[in-house]
Structures are given as C-alpha cells and as structure tokens.
C-alpha cells in the first residue's frame, strides 16, 4: 500500500536537491529561448513563403542528421568515469571528437551539393558549406560541456545554450527583414557558434595535458557505438519526416509540416533535451542506500506527472495561439499542431528510461527500442502521408506514442538490476 506521508517527503526532498535546481534553470532558459523562437518564426513566416521553408527544412533537416555523428558516447563516458579516469577519459574523448566532427564537416558538404541538385536551389550547396562550419567549432567545446555536465552544473550549459539560441533567433529575424532569403534560417548557426564556444570554455578550465596518457579509444567506442546508433536512429525518426512529407506531398507540404513540428514538438524536444543533461549525471552519482532505479522512480513520479500536463494544455490552445502568431496562411497547421503536442509525454517518459538505461551500461538495448520505435514511426508516417498531412500526424502520434510506452516499461521493469557494487564494477570498466 503506498505511504503518502513517505511519498511527499520524498517529492520535498528531491524539489530541494541539485537536479531540481537545473531543472528550474533550464526550464526557465527554455522559455525565454522558445518565447523569442516562436516570436521570430512568426515573423519569418509572414515574409518567407511555404516554398523557402521547405528548402530551409532539408537543410536543417540533414544538418541536425549529421549533427548525430558527434554523438559517438564521449560525453556520456565523461560523466561515468571514475575521478582517477577522468583526465585520460577527457584527453581521448577530445582526440575521437575532433577526427569525428571533422568528417562530420565533409558529409555536411557534400549534403548541401546533393540538396542543391534535387531542388534547383543555387545557394543550397554554399547554405551547405556555411553549416560544415559549424563542425569545425564543436571539438573544441564538447569536453569542456561534458565536465560542467559531470559536476551538475546543466543551469550553467543551459544559460549559455539559451543565449546562443536567443542570438541565433534574433539574427534570424535581422536578416529576414533585411532580404537574406532563405539565409536568414541558415546563417545564424554559424554567426552564433563564437558565442557557445566561448562561454563553455570558460565555464570549464581545461586543456588535453601533454603528460597524461590518452585512455583507450576502444573502451569509449564499445560504450558509445550503440548510443550513436540511438541517437542516429531518433534522428532519422525526428527528421527524415520533412523529406518523406515533402517526397509524397511536394515542397510546399514540407514547409508546412515543418511549421506544425516545430510548434508542436518544440517543447517536447527541448523538455527531453533538459532530461538528457541532468538525469544521467543524477543518476549516476553515489548515494548510499539508495540504487539508481530508486533515484529515477523519485525523479519520475515527480516531474512527468506535471509536464503531461502542460503537454495538454499546449495541444488545446493550439487553435488559438496558432492562427495569431503564424497567420492566416497556416491555418492548416493547426489541428496537425494539436495532434503533435500530444506526443510530448510518451516520448518524454521514454527518454528519462534512455537515461536509466544508459547509467547501467545497456546502451545496447536504448539502441534496439529506438529501432523499433523509429521503424514503426516512419512506416506509419508514410502510410498516413498517402491521405493527407493529418492523417500523417495522427498515424505518426499513435504509433509512436505506443511505442514508447510499451518499452519504456519493459525497460524500466525487465533488465539489469544494479547493485552498488555491480555499480562500481561496471564504471571500472566503462
């Protein structure tokens, strides 16, 4: 039988600790971000017509596909590396990030050439170019993020983020009314890299040392691989459905879905987003007497409850907030909008089970539920595409959204059940 008395103690303790706080802080940073987001994608929308979105979708699109690529499990190895580790862990981790976004950078190239002669868009592979260079600044400051991250300090990443991306919004705006065009989406990423790079590096005081032997990379890739390939696969499932919209129901479908996903994911992705950066570290850090699946059962009951919520609310005012900020032009987003906002608490709970799984090594099994979950989405996005762009997003919901539900409980319930001392062992080997 529950004990509500206990239960309540319990939430109290867990809104006074750390994880609370950064959860506040980039809760907060989220919405001033979202806020100037959507006021600037408002504005942008009323001078750039469907057309001009949907070239800027495929690009953005594949750029956040090859984006993935940095996500080969170095941070994540960071975070979980003992403290006598943890200088040859970061020297390695540096040495695989900068071979790895280097490549990045050339695959983002010759994506911008192969966007340019689908679509007949002369400044598609030169809008190509100008993203690879966004490549070319992230080595430098993935480390120096992943070690604030280990320390708990995700209200200090989230500040600086948040300034990026309030930066990248306004810049975006500049240019539109200046006449960039389709340049307007597009170079912000790149004007605004200095800002993040910058401020992260001073956040954390670090440089690869010449006396401290690099660990081994094949520990980290065994770890990261499976992660990578999750993350590859959510990816695809987040964004290869531009494309596919765009395939079956032309370019100017594509700007239009591109619109709805970004009004009604927005706040999911950036909620899964603050998950990601501070449940892994809460989790992984020792508390005596308490396993890490009781710290994520805590940390659940607390917050998922509140945010399904708020996902309601956003998808019940979505036909009033929608026609005002976008125009009359998008009213054909609005109930796709809606449908979309709804997935905002399956997927979140998924994510959060990501974390536990990934604070117990079994990187393996988070990479075989998001096979399944992406195969099952974009088969169902495609079957719904073939009616209209609101049957896609009701097929895309349910399937999803069921999806993640059925394995966020097997993976919450059926697996690995730590000890501390199988802990310990594990981080050893990590």
């Not at 010449?210 to 695809?236: D, H, M, N, T, Y």
């Not at 009781?294 to 979505?318: C, G, M, N, S, Y």
Request: contains cysteine.
């Amino acid at each position: 039988m529950l004990d509500l008395r206990k239960t309540k103690t319990s939430i109290a303790a867990l809104l006074r600790t750390r994880i609370a706080r950064n959860l506040a802080w980039l809760a907060g940073a989220d919405v001033a971000t979202r806020a100037v987001r959507l006021l600037s994608v408002a504005i942008v929308a009323r001078i750039l017509g469907p057309e001009a979105f949907g070239v800027a979708a495929l690009l953005l699109s594949s750029h956040e596909l090859v984006k993935v690529g940095a996500q080969i499990g170095t941070g994540q190895s960071i975070i979980r590396a003992h403290a006598d580790e943890l200088e040859a862990v970061s020297k390695a981790s540096w040495q695989l990030n900068i071979l790895v976004c280097a490549v990045l950078a050339g695959i983002q190239l010759a994506i911008g050439w192969m966007v340019g002669g689908a679509t007949g868009h002369v400044s598609a592979p030169y809008l190509g170019m100008a993203l690879a260079l966004v490549f070319l600044g992230m080595p430098l400051g993935l480390v120096h993020v992943f070690r604030a991250l280990r320390d708990e300090r995700a209200d200090e990443v989230a500040r600086i983020a948040a300034a990026q991306n309030i930066a990248d919004c306004v810049l975006t705006v500049v240019l539109a009314l200046a006449g960039a065009g389709v340049w307007a989406l597009v170079l912000p990423k790149v004007l605004t890299m200095p800002i993040w790079l910058v401020c992260v590096r001073r956040l954390v005081k670090w440089q690869p040392q010449r006396e401290v032997q690099a660990a081994a990379w094949g520990p980290i890739l065994k770890f990261g691989l499976p992660i990578l390939g999750s993350e590859a696969l959510a990816a695809v499932r987040l964004n290869l459905d531009k494309p596919i919209i765009g395939a079956v129901l032309g370019v100017e479908a594509a700007g239009l879905w591109y619109l709805a996903t970004s009004a009604g994911l927005g706040l999911t992705q950036a909620v899964s987003s603050a998950f990601s950066l501070i449940l892994m570290p809460f989790l992984c850090k020792d508390e005596e007497g308490q396993s890490r699946r009781e710290r994520f059962d805590r940390f659940a009951w607390t917050a998922l409850p509140a945010l399904t919520a708020v996902f309601v609310v956003q998808a019940v005012a979505a036909p009033l907030y929608v026609p005002i900020l976008f125009g009359n032009r998008w009213d054909g987003a609005v109930a796709i909008v809606a449908v979309l906002c709804l997935t905002g608490a399956p997927r979140l709970l998924w994510e959060s089970v990501v974390q536990l799984a990934r604070s117990e090594g079994r990187s393996g099994a988070e990479f075989a539920g998001n096979a399944l979950i992406g195969t099952a989405a974009l088969l169902a996005l495609l079957a719904g595409a073939q009616l209209s762009l609101l049957a896609a997003a009701i097929a895309l919901a349910a399937v999803t959204g069921g999806a993640q539900l059925i394995l966020s409980i097997c993976l919450r319930f059926v697996g690995l059940q730590m000890t501390p001392s199988s802990q310990t062992k594990e981080l050893q080997h990590a």
